[in-house]
T-cell receptor, first 114, second 115 residues
Framework: GENVEQHPSTLSVQEGDSAVIKCTYS??????FPWYKQELGKRPQLIID?????GEKKDQRIAVTLNKTAKHFSLHITETQPEDSAVYFC?????????????FGTGTRLKVLA | DTGVSQNPRHKITKRGQNVTFRCDPI?????LYWYRQTLGQGPEFLTY????????KSRLLSDRFSAERPKGSFSTLEIQRTEQGDSAMYLC?????????????FGSGTQLSVL
């Protein structure tokens, strides 16, 4: 089955710097890759996603890149702000029963230092 | 808040007791998912409903776990004879039919502590 690895597990950056979180997946059939942000005690919230037919997607300060050949994808946050501090999860979704069953990475705790 | 709603937010129970959690998805979403999240880990898939039909269950879902969605709206997750290893955050998510059905919207979860 699908396996998703996420690195690093913790990341500290100075405010204004960029942060990059990387994930690899094992199932080449996976075709959808969302990223979720989870603040302490709150629900995971979708921040950006990418389909397998696209190599890059941007939304303001956030971007995701996908390398299908290497089976890895990355989250890039530019001009980080203290409110970006949270745990970030990547996920891959292999085709399954006609739905999108996410396999999540283990998370990256991002700390933005003011 | 018209998002996914879960009750209760917290549940403390003694080992061996039964517990039931409820999830109310976003009203127009016909797909509903249960995930389990332990400290320091990503959510793990448990089961999935399309309308009232339970279409997939993970191996993680032992026979002590049962989930229902009787009318295709809210769902319940019951754990019988709870064990300390069941302590986790139980997350519910829903997604719409159609073109954006890959996007899962999560509830705030039910934090279960088994003493």
């Amino acid at each position: 089955g699908e396996n998703v690895e996420q690195h690093p597990s913790t990341l500290s950056v100075q405010e204004g710097d960029s942060a990059v979180i990387k994930c690899t997946y094992s199932d080449s059939a996976s075709n959808y890759f969302p990223w979720y942000k989870q603040e302490l005690g709150k629900r995971p919230q979708l921040i950006i996603d990418i389909r397998s037919n696209v190599g890059e997607k941007k939304d303001q300060r956030i971007a995701v890149t996908l390398n299908k050949t290497a089976k890895h994808f990355s989250l890039h946050i530019t001009e980080t702000q203290p409110e970006d501090s949270a745990v970030y999860f990547c996920a891959a979704s292999p085709p399954s029963s006609g739905t999108y069953k996410y396999i999540f990475g283990t998370g990256t705790r991002l700390k933005v230092l003011a | 808040d018209t998002g996914v709603s879960q009750n209760p937010r917290h549940k403390i129970t003694k080992r061996g007791q039964n517990v039931t959690f409820r999830c109310d998805p976003i009203s127009e979403h016909n797909r509903l998912y249960w995930y389990r999240q332990t400290l320091g880990q990503g959510p793990e898939f448990l089961t999935y409903f399309q309308n009232e039909a339970q279409l997939e269950k993970s191996r993680l879902l032992s026979d002590r776990f049962s989930a229902e969605r009787p009318k295709g709206s809210f769902s319940t997750l019951e754990i019988q004879r709870t064990e300390q290893g069941d302590s986790a955050m139980y997350l519910c998510a829903s997604s719409p039919a159609g073109r954006t059905n890959e996007k899962l919207f999560f509830g705030s979860g039910t934090q279960l502590s088994v003493l």
